[in-house]
Each structure stands twice: as structure tokens, then as C-alpha cells.
């Protein structure tokens, strides 16, 4: 089983829509939690880290679901420069395990 | 403060080969990472240093790959005799002390 499963999409949306991605995680004692944001031939960019009560930057909000191990990052009102790949990233006993991704399209 | 910093950028290499790629850290971050990213897939953790001892080179495919840290700041990656599969995105990263990573643009390497 993997350390990090999400669906890897795309989800293709329309501007302005509001969109969601899950991930979840195998191991029940990982320590932290991030979503990075991955452009087509450009390297991975922390996206914001996910804290236990939740944590919202501006459009983008996360959530942690301990009891059912996984991880939720919402975006609202998407824009066309959201699109992009989102990575999961899980921290297990100073190792990071990273998901496949989710691809997101924002269609105008 | 200035980023991660990889070279080269691109490298494309006729199978067994070798091939070597750089990686400078932002100042002060102590722990790096040796990722490879195949397409489609997350980055894959190949070592990671702690200053200049290894942490864990567990998934290092160590008859071909090694790595080293000499003096605990800028790193070297290298492949002998590199193979078809091995063509990826090497990516370096670092961590700040609230876990966050900062990665370097990689080096997307084209075996032939």
C-alpha cells in the first residue's frame, strides 16, 4: 500500500468554480502534512502547510482528518493560473512521502 | 535569500554513461534531499543528508547511484553507468526547521 494515495484527476473546472482534492495517508502516526503546487516542467512549491485545527490562506483552505487519515485542500473562486498539479505531502519520522498528484484545469 | 541552486538544467546522455549533477542548498538549511521525479508520478526520495552524514539512502539504487556531501553545504549526485530508466527530474531540496521544503529547478535528464 502507499504511503500517499490521491486521485490524479484532472478536474477540469470552469473559472470561478470551487474544487476540492483529497489525500489519504497510511501511516496513523505522521507527524506533518503539506500541499505543494507543481507547474508543468518547474519544480514543486510549498503551497501551505495543514494544521491539525485547519488552516486557510486567501481562496485556498486545508483540512486534516486524523481518525480518517486524510488530508483535503479546497480552492475557491479558481482562477485560470491555478492550474496545475498538487501534490500531497506527508512527513513520517523525518522521511517526507509525497502522492502522485492531482491535476487541476481551469477552463475559462 | 537566494534559492536552490542545481546545474546543470538538462542533460542528455547515451546509456552507461556517467553523469553527475550539483546541488547548492539555501544557506543554513542543513538537511538536503536527492529526489527523482519520473513523469506522472510524485518525487521519489533517493538519499537525504543531515549536514554531510547520510539520514537515509535506503531507496539509492547504490550499484549505480552515489552522493555525496563533503563539507555539509553543497552536493554532488552521481549515475555510472546510467541506464534507459534513469531519465527523470533530479530534484535537490532543503527544509527549513518548520518542515518546510524548498526544491531547486532539477535537472531533467534524457538517457539515450
Known amino acids: 500500500r502507499k504511503e500517499v494515495e490521491q486521485d490524479p484527476g484532472p478536474f477540469n473546472v470552469p473559472e470561478g468554480a470551487t474544487v476540492a482534492f483529497n489525500c489519504t495517508y497510511s501511516n496513523s502516526a505522521s507527524q506533518s502534512f503539506f500541499w505543494y503546487r507543481q507547474d508543468c516542467r518547474k519544480e514543486p512549491k510549498l503551497l501551505m502547510s495543514v494544521y491539525s485545527s485547519g488552516n486557510e490562506d486567501g481562496r485556498f483552505t486545508a483540512q486534516l482528518n486524523r481518525a480518517s487519515q486524510y488530508i483535503s485542500l479546497l480552492i475557491r473562486d479558481s482562477k485560470l493560473s491555478d492550474s496545475a498539479t498538487y501534490l500531497c505531502?506527508?512527513?513520517?519520522?523525518?522521511?517526507?512521502?509525497f502522492g502522485s498528484g492531482t491535476k487541476l484545469n481551469v477552463k475559462p | 535569500e537566494a534559492g536552490v541552486a542545481q546545474s546543470p538544467r538538462y542533460k542528455i546522455i547515451e546509456k552507461r554513461q556517467s553523469v553527475a549533477f550539483w546541488c547548492n542548498p539555501i544557506?543554513?538549511?542543513?538537511?538536503l534531499y536527492w529526489y527523482q521525479q519520473i513523469l506522472g508520478q510524485g518525487p521519489k526520495l533517493l538519499i537525504q543528508?543531515?549536514?554531510?552524514?547520510?539520514?537515509?539512502d535506503s531507496q539509492l539504487p547504490k550499484d549505480r547511484f552515489s552522493a555525496e556531501r563533503l563539507k555539509g553545504v553543497d552536493s554532488t549526485l552521481k549515475i555510472q553507468p546510467a541506464k534507459l530508466e534513469d531519465s527523470a527530474v533530479y530534484l535537490c531540496?532543503?527544509?527549513?526547521?518548520?518542515?518546510?521544503?524548498?526544491f531547486g529547478p532539477g535537472t531533467r535528464l534524457t538517457v539515450t
Open positions: 505531502v506527508v512527513k513520517n519520522f523525518n522521511k517526507f512521502y
Open positions: 544557506s543554513g538549511h542543513a538537511t
Open positions: 543528508f543531515q549536514n554531510n552524514g547520510v539520514v537515509d
Open positions: 531540496a532543503c527544509t527549513s526547521t518548520r518542515d518546510e521544503q524548498y
